[in-house]
């Protein structure tokens, strides 16, 4: 039986008809663009993640920008993050005129080690009338972005405690986190801002792109509402922002999606519950390691195994669905190569890429569909010893 890492077609099947009324009220109405559908769904979101603000934008990588810039990032600060992510953590530092700095990750979750942050602030920096400063460059620290890897949100009560401590915003990048908590906060909640993507492949995702900051702050919302409108109000700027608006159509869309997110996350609870039971007997994978503070949507079920690459291809050659997040690390891209990093640098983060592999999770997913990915699994290592 093959079995696909995502299906999103049964995921609409049962909203059809709402999704099919969004499309057709903005054609009757032609509204395309932000509009009272983007409000609305501004508002609610807001109140789902329990934040007195949320900011429609183009992508969540513009969310990361947005959130950047409107904290005060400016070109040639520093911003430290982790290098086990999806490219846009980092890339949209660059955007924004920082400069990434990483550090590794927990063995565990892979979500980046609070106890590093801690120690390269009290080994390097240095609080200034301009703020933190690294005393080896004197580059400006502009802010932390903790990424909630995999729907998982990292340590946030150690992050936050830290950065109070230093003054330093942080920036939560939840882009596969929607709906996740920390002890019972919601990711985007516990940070200065929260960034979300609405990929269509994630648990609440668009029928296009689209993303959303969170935020306590009306004045930081305030300016990200500036910064996607070009940096101004209608042909007044007061700075150069840049084109990030929410297409009323998508705001739509996710609407319809947002009262029907938990059930949703119900599903993916549930099939990642039976794994964790399953893969009990098989003593070479490791399940996902959930920290008793988190509440985990599993935006990906990733296991650990030291024969990965020979698994991947067993699996995708028995019509499994299968991918790898992340094989080739941020600080080895070469892209990055101007930051001066190689290999080495992060052990955990390299090690974790070589073992890592996410398999189907999401909640329509049938028993038999999740048997045969157990049994598939269960198969390869009892072939190969």
């Known amino acids: 039986m ?13 909203i059809l008809e709402d999704l099919r009324s969004v499309f057709n009220t903005a054609l009757e ?5 932000k509009g009272p559908e983007m409000e609305h769904l501004e508002k609610e979101f807001a109140e789902y993640c329990g934040t007195e603000r949320a900011v429609g934008c183009a992508s969540g990588t513009d969310a990361l920008i947005l959130a950047l810039m409107a904290v005060g990032v400016k070109p040639g600060d520093v911003v430290l993050t982790t290098p086990f992510t999806f490219f846009a953590s980092a890339g949209a530092i660059v955007r924004a005129g920082g400069v990434p700095l990483f550090l590794d990750i927990l063995p565990d979750t892979f979500n980046i080690d609070p106890e590093l942050l801690s120690g390269w602030l009290a080994d390097n920096c240095s609080v200034t009338s301009r703020g933190v400063i690294d005393r080896s460059n004197g580059s400006r620290i502009g802010a932390v972005m903790p990424v909630h890897l995999f729907g998982q949100l990292a340590d946030m009560d150690r992050i936050m405690t830290i950065c109070n401590d230093w003054q330093i915003p942080v920036v939560e990048d939840a882009c596969q986190a929607v709906g996740s908590k920390w002890n019972q906060k919601r990711a985007g909640s516990l940070g200065t801002a929260g960034c979300f993507s609405f990929f269509p492949s994630k648990n609440l995702g668009a029928l296009g792109d689209g993303g959303m900051v969170t935020t306590d702050s009306p004045e930081l919302a305030d300016r990200m509402v500036s910064l996607r409108e070009h940096g101004g109000k209608g042909y007044i700027h007061e700075e150069v922002g840049f084109n990030s608006r929410l297409d009323a159509i998508q705001a739509g869309f996710l609407r ?105 999770v999401f909640g329509e997913l049938t028993e038999e569909e999740t048997v045969e990915v157990v049994e598939t699994i269960r198969a390869f290592y009892a072939e190969n010893g």
Do not use: M
């Not at 093959?2 to 049962?14: E, K």
């Not at 119900?266 to 794994?275: E, P």
């Open 2 to 14: 093959a079995v696909p890492l995502l299906d999103i077609s049964r995921q609409h099947q049962p």
């Open 29 to 33: 109405t032609s509204r395309f663009i």
């Open 256 to 360: 319809v999606k947002l009262a029907h997110l938990e059930n949703w996350h119900k599903g993916r609870r549930r099939n990642a519950r039976y794994y964790n039971k399953a893969f009990r007997g098989v003593g070479q994978v490791t399940v996902p390691v959930i920290k008793k503070e988190a509440w985990s949507i599993y935006n990906q079920y990733t296991i650990k195994v030291p024969e990965r690459d020979e698994l991947l291809n067993y699996l995708r050659k028995h019509g499994i669905g299968c991918a790898v997040y992340y094989q080739l690390p941020l600080h080895l891209q070469k892209c990055f190569e101007r930051l001066g990093y190689g290999e080495g640098d992060f052990p955990v983060t390299e090690a974790v890429s070589k073992e890592v592999i996410s398999i189907p």
